[in-house]
């Protein structure tokens, strides 16, 4: 504790609330609470705490919020009910649930923020449903194509105007393909950012796979090294290091893993990392 938060006699002073009681703060909460609906003062988390809340007659008149995992008076618990992050990330689960006045509102002005990575919240997340697997991959070609069609000038001026459409969509789904808004997740369960992606990585696609200036910053196996073109948004041909980020083919990678040898390009820098080292050692003594 801070100087500040304790009085000349060694007590605590409470910023916010009590010793078992705290009003709620506007926060994202994404872990699912225990489905525990006993009247207690540890679960009360009313806004306006008032003694006679702590009454059994009055008790039996609090709401649950499956938002905060508490009780609340009907003042600030109106039965509102609506979809909460923590169902859908875990269980992939749109029902509307009770939630308090303070909750709804907070859920409903943050629908569209997107600041949700919904994988290290929950490891096992794209396992929840297919849609999210299939949507996960495109979401991971459209970063790596809009890395080339950014730095097109040609896809500027193709009739389609390319660039115009990548831009029309929200930023985060070219930069980032973990992260999410709850407009996004909903989106997903209905199949609509399906159908707004799906189009996208296939104009793009076939505009690098064609265009002089993209192909120029193809990637070669670095296994086999064959004239074949590679790009880091087809999935379903290469194999990526997670340390250098070179690309192989994907039958070339199935032997490397195989033979337990390393990544040419990793052993490449290392060599160089090494030579470096020594040369300035040498500079030095």
Request: hydrophobic share 40%.
């Amino acid at each position: 504790l801070n100087n500040d938060e304790v009085d000349n006699n060694g007590r605590v002073i409470h910023l916010r609330g009590f010793d078992d009681w705290a009003p709620p703060r506007k926060q994202w909460i994404f872990s699912l609470h225990a489905q525990c609906y006993r009247f207690g003062i540890s679960l009360f988390f009313c806004k306006d705490f008032n003694p006679l809340h702590k009454r059994k007659i009055y008790a039996r008149r609090m709401r649950y919020c499956d938002y905060f995992g508490r009780l609340f008076c009907q003042r600030c618990h109106q039965g509102s009910k609506t979809k909460t992050p923590a169902r859908i990330i875990h269980q992939w689960n749109f029902k509307e649930y009770p939630v308090c006045d303070m909750a709804y509102r907070f859920l409903s002005d943050n629908y569209f923020q997107p600041v949700i990575n919904a994988s290290a919240i929950f490891c096992r997340f794209y396992n929840n449903s297919r849609s999210l697997k299939k949507l996960h991959d495109l979401r991971i070609q459209l970063v790596h194509i809009w890395s080339y069609i950014k730095t097109c000038e040609l896809a500027k001026t193709v009739q389609t105007n390319l660039n115009t459409m990548f831009t029309s969509v929200p930023n985060h789904y070219l930069t980032a393909f973990d992260v999410f808004s709850l407009s996004d997740l909903e989106n997903i369960e209905n199949g609509e950012l399906f159908r707004l992606i799906h189009p996208l990585v296939q104009y793009g696609q076939l505009h690098i796979e064609n265009c002089e200036r993209c192909k120029a910053k193809a990637f070669i196996c670095e296994l086999c090294a064959e004239d074949d073109l590679l790009f880091p948004f087809q999935l379903n041909k290469i194999y990526r290091c997670n340390e250098c980020g070179s690309l192989f083919h994907g039958k070339c990678a199935k032997k490397l893993i195989k033979s337990l040898i390393k990544c040419p390009k990793c052993i490449r820098i290392e060599i160089n990392l090494l030579v470096f080292i020594q040369f300035h050692f040498k500079i030095i003594y």
